[in-house]
């Protein structure tokens, strides 16, 4: 109870900003709710003085909300779904995520750009923009300016390709089957996937990219559970290695993402209860209750971050963000070509 009482009123506060940018969000599926309550919180961290007891509150939401959100995300991914029907997309899914991994990592290093962004929009490019931040920032030791940095950057290229693929899918010839394979492949995040999907149906009536950009978006979203678990070995054994130099304390559970495990174990109730005729609306709740958590996840993010801060130090994280965004788009087609598919 004591805990409780320090945390519900900042709670409450990033619940009263989560609604309206959840509901601004289905308004504005190109920008989408977690980026409208990640602004909304750093415009109001501006003028906040001081957060009046609302620290703790804030601080629960933005990592273990977070993590709730992440785990509630595996009841949308039914896997033997995904599997049989994004098969034909994997070799595609795994150059561009490769290639986005290496470019960020590269750049990282040509630009001295710190290790967490980089691999923050690395893993936001190529996997599935802020779910995927969302689910690596704990596992990484990622700090709410280094995320709210790297959702900034996901966002801005987002918006981009929601706008931009379309008209250019239509100047490369695509069809409708290759433009869901590259919609799928080459936009960072599920709402600016399914606003560019959406785009091209409505210029191509009854095209149906949508239901094939959905797949494949889904497909690579799969690719979460071992870049994280990755990430968690690499952290996990460094930590070994400062323990052993009496730098520090190991610990296994401080470093390891176990929430990444009930995100398995969510998949694959999913996928079980599938097989046994359970239909998937019952778990819609669940994904609903994931995205809204996100949203409120990001709200403590935003008022955890400094503008003014995150302004003057964006240039180097937006142009690794354009260059993972650039050389993703130039594979994806790039291997349609290779594969005859397009």
Known sequence: MASLQKKWKGLAFCLLLAVPSWFLGKMFPIIGGAVIAILAGMVIAVFMKTKNGLEDGIKFTS??????????????????????????????????????LVVSFLLHR???????????????????????????????????????????????????????????????????????????TAVNDTSSVTAAAAAWDGMHPGANTLDTATIVKLTRTLAIIPITLALALRRTARARRAGGAGEGSFSLR?????????????????????????????????????????????????????????????????????????????????????????
């Open 63 to 100: 990592k273990k909300i977070l993590q709730w959100a992440v785990i509630l995300l595996g009841f949308g991914m039914n896997l033997n779904v995904v599997l049989e029907t994004g098969r034909q997309s994997l070799p595609i899914i795994v150059c561009t995520i490769t290639t986005s």
């Open 110 to 184: 040509l630009l001295h750009i710190p290790s967490n962004i980089s691999t923050l929009v690395g893993v936001g490019s190529s996997v599935c923009g802020g779910s995927a931040i969302a689910a690596t920032a704990p596992v990484i030791g990622a700090d709410d300016e280094e995320i709210a940095q790297s959702i900034s950057v996901i966002f801005l290229f987002n918006v981009a390709a929601a706008l931009l693929f379309p008209p250019l899918g239509g100047l490369l010839g695509l069809g409708n089957e290759g433009f869901g394979l590259f919609a799928g």
């Open 254 to 342: 401080r470093v390891f993402p176990f929430f990444l495990l009930f995100f398995m174990l969510a998949s694959l109730i999913t996928t079980g209860a599938s097989l046994a005729g359970v239909d998937a609306a019952a778990f819609a709740p669940f994904k609903e209750l994931s995205k809204f958590f996100i949203i409120m996840a990001m709200a403590a993010i935003g008022l955890n971050t400094d503008l003014i801060k995150l302004v003057r130090t964006g240039g180097r994280p937006i142009l690794m963000g354009l260059c993972c965004w650039a050389a993703i788009t130039a594979v994806s087609l790039g291997m349609q070509y290779a594969l005859g598919l397009w």
